[in-house]
């Protein structure tokens, strides 16, 4: 079945350092993939959907110079977060949408456990 | 807007008895249902969607678009069907995005 990896899977980092989190599709090809971000025992808030070669669309309440996303292939997004602060402390989740399944169908990644210190 | 809606946070069944997860959704458009599980420390993974109409570990779901519900239902629930259940609705566009529920603990006891 289509497999989503992430790394790294947990991270610590000092306030004002930033963070790269990568989101891989291993076995199929994602022009979309999508970034959440879930809060303790809370449901995943959608961040932003990023699309390979373009732009990321990101969601009203989220900073795009503060959450830099990149795609620049059909089977690796990056999540960089700039100048983290201990707020951003959070699990940060990545989906890839399977080009050739169509319609909803995504596949998620095994999660981000980030802390800032 | 589109909004799913899970009113239960916890559901705490025995072994046997039935179980239904309650998930109402709100949107303009023609909906596309999802329920996604995702058992401790694994990842979220795709249970059962309403276009297929079908049955996944013994669990079916039932696109009511009068009362715009999409509830989760099996009839006799297992020890290993603890979980973090999640209502999901396909939004057209801007990438086929999926909104998520606030999720519902499902606690099987013996």
């Known amino acids: 079945g289509a497999v989503v990896s992430q790394h790294p899977s947990r991270v610590i980092c000092k306030s004002g350092t930033s963070v790269k989190i990568e989101c891989r599709s291993l076995?199929?090809?994602?022009?979309?993939m999508f970034w959440y971000r879930q809060f303790p025992k809370q449901s995943l808030m959608l961040m932003a959907t990023s699309n390979e070669g373009s732009k990321a669309t990101y969601e009203q309440g989220v900073e795009k110079d503060k959450f830099l996303i990149n795609h620049a292939s059909l089977t690796l997004s990056t999540l960089t977060v700039t100048s983290a602060h201990p707020e951003d402390s959070s699990f940060y989740i990545c989906?890839?949408?399977?080009?050739?399944?169509?319609?909803?169908?995504?596949?998620f990644g095994p999660g981000t456990r980030l802390l800032v210190l | 807007a589109q909004r799913v809606t899970q009113p239960e946070k916890l559901l705490s069944v025995f072994k046997g008895a039935p179980v239904e997860l309650k998930c109402n959704y709100s949107?303009?458009?023609?909906?596309?249902l999802f329920w996604y599980v995702q058992y401790s420390r694994q990842r979220l993974q795709l249970l059962l969607r309403h276009i297929s109409r079908e049955s996944i570990k013994g669990f079916t779901a039932d696109l009511n678009k009068g009362e715009t519900s999409f509830h989760l239902k099996k009839p006799f629930a297992q020890e290993e069907d603890s979980a973090m259940y999640y209502c999901a609705l396909g939004v057209t566009g801007g990438g086929n995005k999926l909104t998520f529920g606030t999720g519902t603990q499902l606690k099987v006891e013996l």
């Open positions: 989906s890839a949408r399977d080009l050739l399944a169509g319609g909803y169908t995504q596949y």
């Open positions: 076995d199929f090809q994602a022009t979309t």
């Open positions: 949107y303009s458009g023609s909906p596309e």
